[in-house]
């Protein structure tokens, strides 16, 4: 088939225009730093555990802090000003302020006693949300009249929970918490379907796979990482650190290990059970929003990115990533840049996600950072600390503009 | 070809390196002060290691920490611990367990640990993959572990593979570490220029000042700037 020639320009236009896009969204991730229009104001008094932006139209953002709070918050329009009130900030022109749109706190008959872990968006509409706390519940909240529609009580302290987002066949919620057993939810019926058997110690971190709606990824305090299909029994995979990456091998090495008759994988033969993928807890697990890569990080100071296609250690080193959590902790992934943020310490560490060099660092916390959250619509970045605060990172607005008036003067006066 | 000029960079950085420190076991974070792209390290660590250039061992003592051997000392090792279980008087038919460990199961396994069952299979195996004619028996297995070719694993049924008398060089590079960061952290700024710290000696690691400083420039515990006389060297503070 031909194509004619106005066709074939047409096209040439649109992958030019796409290139464009994606150069500007690239330069918007690398240029991050602490938003000078968007101001946060935390509702919080305790230090933040978790964030997470609803994934329809990445406008609201979900917290949750050891307070036993839980508040959202429009990060698109900022909220009105009231007219003859002091702000507690000083704004300028162009710049917004984003309060709380609501909160859930101790005046709430429902709320939760303890430190809430984790709180994260129904993934179909933002009517709905859930959140697990230390004190043993896993709640699901109606948005709209900020009540409970349903709780799930387990018999230990809760550290992770997640619902698949690419799930149309079932909307459970996989919890993770004290005990080894990762428990799947069914808000449908209220119960408990099944339980996922195979950790030894508590499980901090989970996430469902973003390419299968059956797959999970859990890590746990043992140090290992396993990927279940909720179809069937026991685990499919158990991470290996020294597993290691099987398409980047060059030809020699290949040709070596066919002579020698050695196994393709080095370690083939260790048992499942005996496999870690970290020498400490696992306090993350993250997939890359392509779904074909994964990311964990743990109290051995590593994070690793692991091939979804070969479940095997791809051998990216990030250097110097400081972690000693206590619970769990949110690494982000942005895939305009193909990079991955990383809170060590009270500073977020910028890496390129494949080959693991470090681009930037993100200073303005003054405490730990437990808590990050990309926003892949406007290129932002929002983190929450022990200091109670959230702090939303965005590229300088003006920035090539201040550039073009500053080239002007400059030539000015050299031509005086 | 870029490749492999890398490759056989890597493999000379680790002789001079061995020539340097007088000490062949070295470990991974030496060559990340070397080499900037850590990614790349690894990567062709790791291919070494499954073509059986490199042997890789684990060091229990040290967190997170892998000792890697070319594999031409790692025989040369067990060439002199032949020759001195020869001198003990050992039977000869439990000596033959050394060429059996050398010819059968090194160039197949190339991992950091093995279990029972696979350790017997790869023994009792000859050329051609068929059961040899000797016998492989547990009196074997314990001269491995004898010796400190290989040690147990908090994994039951699992060796790890070791290097013997090994110990006093760990205990050295940790001994040495704290003393250089003393030195360092003593001082009124917890820095000191490259030039000034080599002529310094270490009273607890036989490794010397620049191992040590190649070392911890590696893990990232020291920053090296470059000022107008010369390298400085840095303690870096933890976020």
């Known amino acids: ?416 | 070809m870029a490749r492999d000029t890398k490759r056989r960079r890597l493999i000379r950085i680790y002789d001079d390196d061995v020539q340097s420190a007088s000490e062949p076991a070295q470990e991974g974070v030496e060559i990340y002060s070397i080499v900037r792209d850590r990614t790349v390290v690894d990567r062709q660590l790791d291919e070494l290691r499954l073509q059986n250039k490199l042997r890789m061992f684990k060091l229990l003592t040290l967190q997170d920490g892998y000792a890697y051997l070319p594999i031409e000392d790692y025989r040369a090792l067990i060439d002199r611990l032949v020759l001195a279980q020869q001198e003990k008087g050992t039977a000869e038919d439990r000596l033959a367990v050394f060429q059996w460990y050398t010819q059968r199961l090194l160039p197949t396994c190339t991992g950091i640990d093995i279990s029972h069952a696979d350790l017997m299979w790869h023994l009792s195996r000859d050329d051609r993959g068929n059961e040899s004619r000797e016998r492989v028996a547990e009196a074997h297995i314990s001269l491995l572990l004898h010796v400190g070719l290989l040690t147990r694993h908090s994994v039951p049924d699992r060796f790890l593979f070791a290097v013997p008398n090994a110990g006093p060089v760990v205990k050295g590079i940790i001994a040495g570490r704290k003393e250089l960061l003393g030195m360092l952290t003593r001082r009124r700024h917890p820095e000191m220029f490259m030039k000034e710290l080599e002529k310094k000696k270490l009273h607890s690691s036989p490794l010397g000042v620049r191992w040590h400083v190649r070392d911890l420039l590696g893990s990232g515990t020291l920053l090296q700037t470059q000022t107008t006389v010369g390298p400085l060297l840095r303690v870096v503070k933890k976020p």
């Not at chain 1, 706190?105 to 430190?115: L, Q, T």
């Not at chain 1, 949300?129 to 009580?153: M, Q, R």
Request: proline share 3%; hydrophobic share 35%.
């Open chain 1, 1 to 416: 088939m031909r194509r004619s020639i106005t066709e074939g320009l047409r096209e040439r236009q649109r992958r030019k225009n796409q290139y464009f896009i994606s150069q500007i969204k690239e330069n918007r991730v690398k240029s991050l730093q602490v938003s000078s229009e968007k101001g946060i104001d935390s509702a919080h008094k305790g230090g933040l555990n978790s964030l997470e932006l609803d994934s329809i139209d990445h406008r609201y953002l979900l917290s949750a802090a050891t307070d036993a709070s839980i508040a959202g918050y429009d990060v698109q329009e900022g909220s009105p000003q009231v007219v003859g009130r002091q702000s507690r900030r000083a704004l300028t022109e162009g710049c917004s302020e984003h309060k709380a749109l609501f909160k859930v706190d101790r005046s709430n008959p429902d709320c939760h006693k303890f430190s809430v872990t984790t709180a994260v968006w129904y993934p179909v509409d933002t009517g709905m949300f859930v959140t697990g706390s230390f004190d043993h519940e896993v709640k699901i909240w109606d948005t709209n009249v900020l009540a409970v529609a349903c709780s799930f009580t387990l018999p230990v302290r809760i550290f992770s929970l997640g619902m698949s987002h690419v799930a149309a066949a079932h909307c459970l919620v996989a919890v993770g918490g004290g005990e080894p057993q990762v428990k799947l939810c069914d808000p449908t019926s209220g119960a408990f379907t099944h339980s996922l058997v195979g950790h030894r110690e508590a499980v901090w971190a989970l996430h469902w796979s973003l390419s299968s709606e059956w797959h999970l990824i859990t890590g746990s305090c043992d140090g290992q990482v396993r990927l279940w299909d909720i179809r069937t029994s026991g685990c499919v995979h158990n991470f290996d650190q020294h597993d290691t990456h099987v398409g980047l091998r060059s030809q020699a090495t290949r040709q070596y290990r066919q002579e020698a008759n050695a196994t393709d994988r080095a370690n083939v033969s260790r048992p499942a059970q005996h496999r870690t993928a970290h020498d400490g807890a696992v306090t993350a697990v993250v997939p890359t929003p392509d779904g074909m890569h994964c990311l964990t990080s743990g109290t051995d100071s590593r994070m690793r990115l692991w091939d979804l296609q070969h479940n095997s250690n791809a051998l990216v080193n990030y250097p110097n990533t400081f972690n000693r959590a206590k619970k769990g902790r949110q690494v982000s992934v942005s895939v305009d840049a193909n990079m991955a943020f990383h809170p060590s310490g009270s500073v977020i560490q910028m890496f390129n996600t494949f080959d693991g060099s470090l681009h930037k660092l993100l200073r303005g916390h003054m405490d730990t950072v437990n808590a990050c959250c990309y926003n892949p619509t406007n290129q932002e970045l929002y983190s929450g600390s022990n200091d109670c605060q959230i702090i939303a990172w965005a590229a300088p607005r003006r920035a090539n503009e201040e550039d073009d008036v500053e080239d002007g003067d400059n030539e000015d006066t050299w031509s005086d």
